[in-house]
């Protein structure tokens, strides 16, 4: 995530000038958070995971930063269909597809179009593939080895994932490439 970091925030700062909220799903460790919150003082940044452990950590670098638009995190299972927030302008999912079963990512798609205002926007980002096929070797090596690790895991087909979010209302507007062989994906309500 570190390295890919500053990519991530030149797109998100070009796409979340006016929001306000941002939700992130699925938080980790919470440094990203922290990282992002601090360089986007405009917008409230809500970390979120479904570990305890990750809640405990984001809290602890949360409350480390002193920073007062980096909210206190929430517990968000992305497969409930009922989450803990009712609206927001942005949805921020990294590095969440390729390591969550499939029903989760098709929860994710329910609740962000659920939460997400009108105009709002979904942005993912990790390695995906395109048309059934990886888009580098070492996509499809991490692919395996996810594999390997939970049978459930694996790097997803662009397609099937704008299919499934345009039923829950969320349109796939932009594709960015970058580094390290992933993408943006940038879906709007």
Avoid: C
Avoid at 24 to 35: K, L
Avoid at 37 to 45: D, F, G, K, N, R
Avoid at 109 to 123: E, K
Avoid at 140 to 157: I, M, S, Y
């Amino acid at each position: 995530m570190t390295r890919n970091r500053d990519p991530i925030l030149t797109v998100l700062r070009r796409l979340l000038p006016q929001s306000e909220t941002v939700l992130e799903i699925a938080s980790g460790t919470g440094e990203h958070a922290v990282y992002f919150a601090a360089a986007l003082p405009h917008l409230q940044w809500q970390p979120t995971d479904y570990e305890e452990q990750a809640l405990s950590s984001i809290a602890a670098h949360r409350a480390a930063s002193g920073l007062s638009n980096l909210l206190a995190p929430l517990m968000l299972d992305a497969a409930a269909p009922e989450w803990p927030v009712k609206q927001v302008d942005a949805v921020v999912a990294i590095n969440m597809l390729q390591v969550s079963p499939w029903p989760v990512v098709q929860g994710l798609m329910a609740g962000a179009g659920q939460v997400i205002s009108p105009g709002g926007i979904l942005y993912l980002y990790g390695p995906f593939k395109e048309n059934g096929a990886h888009t580098a070797p070492g996509n499809e090596a991490f692919d395996h080895n996810l594999k390997l690790r939970n049978p459930e895991w694996g790097v997803r087909d662009i397609g099937e994932v704008a299919d499934l979010a345009r039923t829950y209302g969320l349109d796939l507007v932009e594709r960015v490439v970058m580094p390290a062989n992933n993408l943006t994906l940038v879906f709007r309500r």
